[in-house]
């Protein structure tokens, strides 16, 4: 699976972005997409989700602020992030998968580039 995040960038707290993520090697209909990210010193976290089916589900810190979208004809997971905060600055990256009850986990998946969001105070 090929996967290539982009549309990073830096803004003030409270500024708007929109990531997208495109996804090669996989039935991309098929998986659930999550978004991840890195901030600086921490571990990796899961941050958003979508299934198959168009459900989503979000980590609390971004929950009313991010939503997530997919286009299955690109094979494209997009993340809209609004209302960012200096604690959103990290690398963000996606992953698919199959089964919607490992999306959460972090461990034991091929990562590809990240996209760097740099939200400043």
């Known amino acids: 699976v090929q996967l290539q995040a982009s549309g990073g960038g830096l803004v003030q707290s409270g500024g708007s972005l929109t990531l997208s993520c495109v996804v090669s090697g996989i039935a991309f209909s098929s998986n659930v997409m999550t978004w991840y990210r890195q901030a600086p010193g921490k571990q990796r976290e899961w941050v958003a989700m979508?299934?198959?089916?168009?459900?989503?589900n979000f980590v609390d810190a971004v929950k009313g602020r991010f939503t997530v979208s997919r286009d299955n004809a690109k094979s494209t997971v997009y993340l809209q992030m609004n209302n960012l905060k200096p604690e959103d600055t990290a690398v963000y990256y996606c992953?698919?998968?199959?089964?919607?009850?490992?999306?959460?986990?972090?461990?034991?998946?091929?990562w590809g580039q990240g996209t760097l969001v740099t939200v400043s105070s």
């Open positions: 979508i299934t198959s089916g168009g459900s989503t």
């Open positions: 992953n698919a998968d199959l089964n919607p009850l490992r999306a959460r986990f972090v461990g034991g998946r091929s």
